[in-house]
């Protein structure tokens, strides 16, 4: 059994309300119920309710109109479709009606029981079919939302692996400069002290006699050279790869830094070139530091040691510490050959030589291993160069 279709019609002339009564009671098709609202006021509190199935608004509503209660109820959000009633056929209130939100637009002394049920019935069809066109309009909304976020998805996934796929390609080649350069250098660095130790060999055997006792202790010399250069590079390499393997670990301990130093200049003399010399001052009334004293050696020890390797003959060196509430400073100046500009972005690279020095034996790795000992003893190094007029590092060491 079909349900009843219930209608409110608002009009505060009771007399119009009964005509509308009789022509609803002379719908033949359905069952129609319908309530009166006497005014604009109640009419509005009716419909917030939203008991009826359609509401018939008359125009003439005391010191409001129709219209204005339609656009209201429609901005409060009423979905109920909305007849409006009228004592005149005028076309530029149809027009109102419409552009209102009325779905539909009648004329009082024409309406009939068939014109009624018939612009109900459009009324109530409309509206749902309005409600069926919303809520496919929101299913399609969120199709295309949910499409759009898989489609987002989808292009973060490709960017990530497009990604992944530049930072391999980079890293690749990464690895294959480094195997250029390693091979560079290991062609250069172990071919030139291989060569002397066999020619010098070859040639002790020729001195075998007293009055040729100078010449082969001259080779012996050049011998044990090339071995310790030799020593020197595999001890680079295989501190480097255990920096990069991380079996590395930081240990404190406190030393007296002055005495340190003293002593590790002690230990360069002999690397030193005729005439150089290593000047060494201390500022700060606090000596004892507590730090990793092998990594710091191996710090100062390679910092030293390019300063001697890159600076001429009769050259001085200079060595600075500064001791700081918090904060250790060592500062370590020469006046040697100097960084080219171009080249001092890639000094901490590894195997990499600057054009200037790439006559003056070495691995590229020295740098490199000190900016590793640095990070696992949470320091910093800086530096200054010019071309020909020399280079300062600093390194800086947290106390604390």
């Known amino acids: 059994m079909q349900k009843d279709i219930k209608i409110l019609m608002i009009d505060d002339d009771e007399e119009d309300f009964m005509i509308v009564r009789d022509v609803v009671g002379n ?24 008991k009826h199935d359609i509401y018939l608004v008359d125009y003439h509503l005391g010191a409001e109109t129709g219209l204005d209660l339609i656009q209201k109820v429609i901005n409060d959000g009423c979905k109920i479709p909305l007849i409006l009633l009228t004592g005149q056929n005028n076309i530029e209130i149809d027009m109102k009606a419409m552009k209102a939100g009325a779905s539909d637009y009648l004329v009082k002394d024409k309406i009939t029981s068939q014109t009624l049920e018939s612009s109900i019935r459009y009324s109530i069809a409309h509206a749902k079919h309005l409600k069926e066109i919303k809520e496919l309009n929101s299913e ?15 292009v973060y996934e490709l960017e990530k692996s497009r990604k992944e796929i530049s930072e391999a390609l980079a890293k690749e080649k990464e690895l294959n400069d480094l195997k250029s350069r390693f091979v560079t250098m290991a ?3 172990f071919r030139t002290p291989l ?41 680079d390499l295989l501190s480097l ?23 590790l200049i002690q230990d360069m ?41 890159f600076s001429n003959e009769g050259t001085q060196i200079d060595l600075a510490t500064k001791t700081e509430d918090t904060e250790l400073t060592i500062t370590i100046q020469d006046r040697g050959v100097g960084i080219d500009e171009k080249d001092q972005k890639h000094l901490f ?9 790439e006559n003056i ?29 020399g280079t300062t590092f600093i390194t800086k060491f947290p106390l604390k």
Request: proline share 2%.
């Open 27 to 50: 719908i033949e098709h359905d069952n129609y119920e319908i309530e009166h609202a006497p005014s604009f006021e109640e009419g509005v509190k009716a419909i917030k309710k939203g």
């Open 140 to 154: 399609l909304e969120k199709r295309v939302e949910d499409r759009t976020l898989m489609l987002r998805e989808t």
């Open 187 to 189: 062609s250069h660095e």
């Open 195 to 235: 060569s002397t130790i066999l020619s010098s060999a070859s040639l002790i055997e020729k001195y075998d006699t007293p009055d040729t006792e100078d010449k082969r202790l001259k080779h012996i010399d050049r011998i044990k050279s090339s071995v310790n250069h030799l020593t020197a590079i595999l001890s």
């Open 241 to 263: 790869a255990k920096l990069e393997e991380g079996v590395l670990q930081n240990n404190p301990v406190a030393f007296d830094i002055v005495a340190f130093s003293e002593g």
């Open 269 to 309: 003399l002999g690397l030193t070139k005729e005439g150089q010399t290593i000047r060494y001052k201390h500022e700060g009334a606090n000596k004892l530091v507590t730090l990793d004293i092998k990594f710091l050696k191996q710090i100062l020890t390679n910092l030293l040691a390019n300063a001697i390797k």
């Open 349 to 357: 690279e590894r195997f990499f030589r600057a054009q200037n020095v």
């Open 361 to 389: 034996p070495g691995t590229g790795l020295g740098l490199s291993i000190i900016s590793k000992y640095l990070e696992l003893m949470k320091g910093s190094i800086t530096f200054t160069s010019k071309l020909n007029e």
